[in-house]
């Protein structure tokens, strides 16, 4: 009898579960992902070039439990506002409050259990989709990474499984320490919130401090070591709270003065949003901490992706040379997007590699010209060399002979005027070199071209000849960080947005009944779904706008570690920013239907 | 058709279910009129059809035919926003649960109807101050439901019912949540701003007591009208005594 109630009472609300369920799902899912890259020291090691990172996961990975956490207590208070009024009505006929709780064993037991299983399946998908995905988007071949990591399922399954024992322990306690009035009321329990305005200056104080304290260990990370990140970690997620509490409450009790909030029904969007501030403090800051780590982590990932190419740029004027360039070469050549593409006759005897004067002055060569410090991301420039500097014993010289096949490096360059180069004896060659626009664009076709090269001077030693050869280098010194960038980026996002939208659709059961108040009085169908728009609006731009201003601060972290972090970040924030803004109309929408949608605002037959 | 009849019904049904479910006719034929100023009582047993008749006439829900006539106006050939707009500004509602938004103070609960017709800000405060004087609830403007009794609770929303001054109050069960003192309470109340402001109301019960407030009751049964009984002249507690013989006859 207790498993059909417990059953029935998920078959009934199914649409209900079904939320709590994907969202359970979609936790577990994400939090396999990351401990599935947090526990692979092998992974980590071989791909990322910083000693700390296993410890810097470690935090990353105890940020996310405590996440976690939080979700899924925001998960279980949901579960329990369905169905605390069905145990109450239980009891009422005579259940007892062990066989309660036995029902809340097995309801638990099978939406979070199962949630967590068909999570960590969906992780090991996500796991190898998106880090194949990534890969193949920044040409970086990852070592080490294991889809079945076993560490990280098993904790995945210890987390969730002690999140579901703690889940059912505290609602086992509710249900028979609660007075059964309350437990039949629990879902009309309203917190009014505090209106003391001296309470809320100290408390935004503090928080601004807290603040303070984190940037500023985060700003001199050489300083503290690895101390800054939980300290930061700590101070600011508090920090957040803090000032989101007093700020927020503050900021609408004084909107509800001004004669602004007296049209519409704005005056109710603001109660709204105030009277379960408590509840949207938490999350909110929460969302906010993860946007900024999940911005951050996908600016730092962008920064590297952009500088990779052009660091590389500077290593030499061209990006690939060909020696006598075959029709299957020329046909790779023909589809790449060049910003030049010289061919030079040369003739070689024992010890000269001679050139033509004429077709040099035609089509000069070309050096990079060194950056200064402060445009060292930008594009390089280049200059013509002289056939004088290109014949002595120079930089550009050596440059040159580079990109000659290995058995020519260390001939004597000798330009002709070109009816001696005409004449003169050895063996004829053409040297193809190319400079590309976009090294990351042109990246396949460049290796097609490099197995055509006579020389792989990279495999023969520690010279670089053109700027592939050192793209191909710092990717893998590089590619690392910006693919855990990425990857976390996109995994803290999915879990951020899950969150958020999570806990609004979680509030629908009371929102329902006050709108349907409002439909009923005549407010405006149109009226309300703006409203809603509002109010899921606010809630999304307060910890997407703290988590920009955060991820601004915070990249001065990374100045230790990139030239620029700040360099074009904003189209990372611009496309973050519409990623998230599609999660908020996924919502607004979701909401709406689930608030306003009725057959008519006076219910049916049997409602009202 | 009487001029100055406030609602007029003609001819209503009202058919729930359909193609695939098992039809059932919860109004069949209902023809009614309030006049201006009346207090009109809607009696019957529950699934007798008062509510579907309230929420009709109301605009919560469409008749499957007839016709409803407010103030004249068709509200049938109205569009979902004109309704709302109707509601808003035409209509005053008092339910059973009071129906109040625990997110918003008892004054800004009593100034929602103003603010969805853009009154300024002013003019809402004095307003609501003045409606709150006349329910004598200007002592707890600034709390929350959740701080109230259901007593207050209800006056608070009667406040709100008559805040934009509508033509017709449209009562739901009011007193059904309230202790029997506060029920007396609010009847008197009704019946004071019915004399007073010369609003039309129109109650929904099935409780003699408050019916006895009425000036005319409407006895509905399996979705038609049988017996009107008229208070006239008689005293309250004479009309009540009436009431209760009516009910033990029709039923």
Redo the contacts between chains.
């Keep these: 009898m207790i498993r059909k109630l417990a059953f029935a009472g998920i078959q009934r609300r199914w649409s209900d579960y079904l939320v709590l369920f994907s969202g359970l799902s979609i936790g577990s899912a994400i939090f396999y992902m990351f401990a599935a890259l947090a526990t692979n020291d092998k992974f980590l090691k071989a791909n990322i070039n910083i000693s700390s990172v296993t410890q810097v996961f470690a935090f990353g990975l105890i940020l996310l439990t405590i996440i976690t956490i939080v979700y899924v207590s925001y998960a279980q208070s949901f579960l329990l506002g369905m169905r605390y009024q069905d145990y109450g009505l239980f009891m009422i006929f005579g259940a007892k409050p062990r066989k309660i709780s036995q029902m809340i064993l097995l309801e638990t037991a099978t939406v979070q259990l199962g949630s967590t299983m068909i999570g960590l399946v969906l992780g090991m998908g996500l796991t190898k989709i998106a880090s194949q995905w990534l890969a193949n988007q920044i040409h970086f071949p990852l070592t080490g990474l294991s889809v079945v990591q076993l560490p990280a399922i098993f904790v995945t399954i210890a987390l969730f499984g002690l999140l579901a024992i703690s889940s059912v322990l505290v609602s086992q306690w509710i249900v028979r320490k609660k007075s059964l009035n309350s437990i039949l009321k629990a879902n009309q329990i309203s917190n009014q919130p505090n209106q003391d305005n001296k309470l809320k200056i100290l408390e935004s104080m503090g928080g601004l401090i807290l603040l303070g304290l984190g940037f500023t260990a985060m700003m001199h990370i050489e300083v503290l070591q690895l101390a800054a990140i939980p300290f930061a970690l700590v101070t600011i997620s508090s920090g957040t709270y803090l000032v989101i509490h007093s700020l927020f409450s503050w900021v609408i009790n004084w909107l509800k003065q001004k004669a602004i909030s007296y049209r519409g029904i704005r005056l109710f969007t603001l109660g709204q949003l105030r009277f379960r501030i408590e509840n949207y403090t938490r999350v909110l800051s929460m969302v906010t901490i993860l946007f900024a780590l999940a911005l951050g982590a996908i600016v730092v990932g962008v920064g590297y992706h952009r500088q990779i190419p052009i660091m590389s740029s500077y290593s030499s004027a061209y990006s690939m040379n060909i020696t006598n360039p075959t029709r299957a070469t020329d046909k790779i050549v023909a589809k790449m997007d060049l910003t030049k593409n010289n061919e030079y006759s040369q003739v070689s005897d024992q010890s000269h590699v001679y050139l033509n004067q004429a077709q040099l002055k035609q089509q000069p060569i070309e050096a990079v010209i060194p950056a200064n410090a402060d445009k060292q991301l930008a594009q390089p420039q280049y200059k013509s060399v002289s056939i004088k500097q290109l014949m002595g014993q120079t930089v550009d010289n050596r440059a040159f002979l580079m990109l000659e096949p290995l058995a020519q490096r260390n001939k004597k360059l000798v330009v002709l005027p070109e009816r001696q180069f005409n004449q003169v004896n050895g063996t004829k060659s053409t040297l193809q070199l190319i400079r590309v626009r976009d090294l990351n664009q042109s990246v396949p076709q460049l290796k097609r071209l490099e197995a055509y090269q006579h020389s792989v001077a990279a495999k023969q030693g520690y010279e670089i000849t053109n700027s592939y050869e050192m793209f191909v280098i710092s990717n893998t010194l590089f590619g690392g960080l910006e693919f855990i960038g990425l990857f976390l980026g996109i995994a803290f996002l999915t879990m951020l947005a899950s969150c958020l939208m999570f806990k609004v659709l979680s509030g629908t059961k009371m929102d329902r009944i006050r709108y349907q108040m409002l439909l009923k009085i005549g407010v405006s169908d149109k009226k309300l779904k703006r409203a809603i728009a509002y109010e899921i609006g606010v809630l999304f731009v307060i910890p997407g706008v703290a988590g920009i201003v955060y991820v601004a601060l915070g990249l001065q972290m990374f100045k230790k570690l990139m030239v620029d972090p700040y360099d074009q970040w904003w189209w990372a924030v611009l496309g973050f920013t519409a990623c998230y803004g599609v999660y908020y109309l996924l919502t607004v929408k979701l909401y709406q239907r689930l608030v306003i949608k009725t057959r008519n605002p006076g219910g049916d037959k049997l409602g009202v | 058709m009487n001029n100055k009849a406030v609602v007029s019904v003609n001819n209503l049904f009202k058919t729930?279910g359909g193609r695939n479910s098992a039809k059932?006719e919860?109004l069949k034929g209902i023809n009614l009129e309030v006049q201006s100023g009346e207090f009109v009582g809607i009696m019957g047993a529950s699934g007798s059809g008062k509510?579907?008749l309230l929420?009709l006439i109301?605009t919560?829900?469409?008749p499957t035919s007839g016709e409803i006539r407010i103030n004249q106006q068709d509200i049938l050939n109205l569009k979902?926003?004109e309704l709302?707009?109707?509601?808003?500004?035409e209509?005053g509602?008092i339910?059973q649960d009071f129906?109040l938004?625990?997110?918003?103070t008892a004054a800004?609960n009593i100034?929602?109807?103003?603010?969805?017709t853009?009154?300024?800000?002013?003019q809402?405060d004095t307003t609501v101050l003045q409606v709150a004087q006349k329910l004598s609830i200007e002592d707890f403007l600034s709390q929350?439901p959740?701080?109230l009794s259901g007593g207050q609770k209800q006056r608070v929303a009667a406040a709100?019912a008559l805040v934009h001054e509508p033509q017709l109050l449209l009562a739901?069960e009011p007193t059904g949540a309230l202790d029997s003192n506060s029920a007396r309470d609010l009847l008197e109340l009704l019946t004071e701003i019915n004399q007073a402001s010369n609003v039309s109301i129109l109650l929904v019960t099935h409780d003699p007591f408050s019916a006895s407030y009425c000036n005319r009751i409407l006895m509905i049964k399996d979705g038609v009208i049988g017996n009107t009984l008229k208070r006239d002249s008689k005293t309250r507690t004479e009309f009540y005594q009436e009431i209760l013989t009516d009910l033990g006859t029709y039923r």
């Design positions: 729930y059932y919860a509510t579907t929420n109301a919560l829900d469409r979902k926003n709302s707009d109707f509601r808003a500004q209509l509602f339910f129906s938004l625990e997110n918003l800004e100034a929602l109807p103003l603010t969805l853009n009154t300024k800000k002013a809402i929350y959740a701080q709100r739901d």
